[in-house]
């Protein structure tokens, strides 16, 4: 009989969730002193630009006093310096008004475990719970689709090269 078929009908992109257009992107950046929150490296700066539609509905940008020593040479990548940092305000403030911008959105980061890594590792030394976000690392999504031909590499002032984009990736969180 055919109420014992597994089959369904095939559906629509639309129908399989919500529509592209209609999808709240938060795209994520941090800045920090080092490679790894659990050896002890600080953010230093977070960056975020919501988009739905293509379109820009909302930034959020803050410094973060990380309360240590910025390294000289992370000093000179990013620009941010330890004068810069002095008052701004502390990850355990900074954070909870970035989540609050992001709320709802999938996160979107250039080599996402980076970045959401550094936001879980101090959600966590907060006590805070970490939901299980989408998120959408577009370093893995431009392995899938650029190839060694269409840029010499995966990083982002490289694509944003090959993707002709207004921006020049600069290590500030918001710019890039």
């Known amino acids: ?25 938060c795209v994520v950046d941090l800045e920090t002193t080092g490679g790894s929150a659990q050896a002890g490296s600080m953010i230093t700066e977070i960056g975020a630009v919501k988009v739905r539609g293509g379109e820009v509905i909302g930034e ?20 941010i310096s330890n004068s810069m940092v002095a008052d701004a305000p502390s990850i355990e403030s900074a954070r909870p008004a970035f989540r609050d911008v992001a709320a709802g959105a999938v996160r979107v980061a250039h080599n996402a475990p980076f970045d959401v890594g550094f936001l879980k590792h101090f959600a966590q030394q ?15 999504l431009a392995r899938r689709i650029i190839t060694r031909d269409d840029a010499p590499n995966y990083k982002l002032s490289s694509l944003a090269k090959h993707f002709r984009s207004a921006t020049t990736p600069n290590h500030r969180a918001l710019s890039d």
């Open 1 to 25: 009989s055919t109420s014992s078929t597994t089959w369904e009908q095939q559906r629509s992109f639309d129908e399989l969730g919500t529509p592209l257009r209609d999808t709240t992107f």
């Open 60 to 79: 959020f940008q803050t410094l973060v006093n990380p309360r240590t020593e910025i390294p000289a040479f992370i000093a000179v990548l990013t620009g």
């Open 126 to 140: 907060q006590q805070r719970s970490w939901p299980g976000f989408v998120v959408v690392d577009t370093a893995v």
